[in-house]
């Protein structure tokens, strides 16, 4: 975390002006906007604003960007405004937010010293590259990368796009926004998922027992593994494979470029790497061919409209003129 420059502690004596922050619990997406004179206040303010019980104290309060714990008040001071804190009670750990809508965490210990420090940092930077050289990548982005955004402080991201802070804000609540929707959308897929299977246990015994009989088909099939042995090997990422393994809807987690990779995969060897059948292989890959093409949709469609709107403020003479003039009432 960058030290806002020039700034100092006040002298003893001094009124202390009220820094405005942001702060929200542990493993929580819902922050507030919170102003505090000093250390000591924002922790105060804390219990009442995010209901924490006294029981639970003291409570620390972590930088959101990486974990860095503030418990001197005169670098509490010479922090920038608008600075995101994480408020964690006596029985809490500081954990980094990954994808799944926002809502899952690894713990701190799982990374390593240069993955905190200087990967994350690395990481947002890039992701905010791409969305300065043009905005519609949002809709590309994994969660894990809109995450990210979400998390770094306003000042710097604001630096880092050459924006405004009030801009930046309205970008950071688009972020918010588009996990939101995503969440939405994978749970709506649960609940239909749901709805299915108790369509399914609902049916005739007869067609119980094709389905059956049909299951015992499809394994005959797949029992020889002689020619899926050859395909065994895949060419996607750890990190992509733990995703379509664990997580509900896992094309809503996924970058653009890694639904694209997922589905280029064969599907014998990507049954294979996460240890299912083919064809729940190839259901997850037509459900991310899905979700990838709509997301090319709308990026196409966003830079359609821009295009449209860069030409007619670039026509010649000013404004065009509207088809139906006013008469001179003179006739001249």
């Not at 002006?17 to 542990?26: E, G, H, I, S």
């Not at 369509?199 to 005739?204: D, H, Q, V």
């Not at 299951?215 to 029992?223: E, H, Q, Y």
């Not at 196409?300 to 139906?324: C, F, I, Y």
């Amino acid at each position: 975390m960058e030290v806002a420059p020039g700034a100092r502690a006040p002298e003893p004596g001094e009124n202390q002006a009220l820094k405005p922050c942001l702060l929200r619990r542990n493993r929580s997406l819902e922050q507030h906007g919170v102003a505090a004179s000093c250390l000591e206040d924002l922790k105060s303010k804390a219990y009442d604003i995010l209901a924490i019980d006294k029981s639970l104290a003291p409570v620390t309060l972590v930088l959101a960007e990486d974990g860095t714990i503030v418990d001197d008040d005169d670098y509490f001071l010479c922090l920038p405004r608008n600075t995101k804190f994480v408020a964690l009670a006596s029985n809490e750990k500081w954990a980094y937010s990954n994808s799944d809508g926002g809502t899952a965490w690894i713990s701190q210990e799982s990374f390593s010293v240069d993955e905190t420090d200087s990967g994350t940092g690395l990481k947002w930077k890039n992701v905010a590259r791409q969305l300065k050289e043009d905005l519609s990548n949002i809709i590309l982005l994994s969660e894990e990368d809109l995450q990210v955004l979400v998390d770094v402080p306003c000042s710097d991201l604001a630096q880092e796009l050459g924006q405004s802070c009030g801009t930046v804000q309205g970008l950071q609540n688009a972020l918010l926004h588009t996990l939101d929707q995503r969440e939405e959308a994978r749970q709506s897929k649960q609940l239909l998922e749901l709805y299915l299977r108790a369509l399914e246990k609902e049916g005739s015994i007869l067609s119980k027992q094709q389905e059956t009989n049909a299951g015992f088909g499809d394994k005959g099939d797949t029992v020889d593994t002689g020619t899926g042995r050859e395909h065994s090997e895949t060419a996607l990422s750890s990190q992509i494979l733990s995703a379509l393994q664990e997580k509900a809807a896992p094309e809503l987690s996924l970058s653009s470029q890694d639904l694209e990779l997922v589905t280029r995969e064969d599907p014998r060897a990507l049954a294979v790497a996460l240890n299912w059948d083919v064809e729940k292989a190839e259901t997850i890959q037509q459900a991310c061919n899905q979700e990838l093409s709509l997301r090319l949709e709308q990026v196409q469609s966003l830079r359609s409209l821009r295009n449209v709107s860069a030409r007619r403020n670039s026509l010649p003479g000013g404004p065009p003129n509207p088809k139906r003039a006013k008469q001179d009432p003179t006739g001249l």
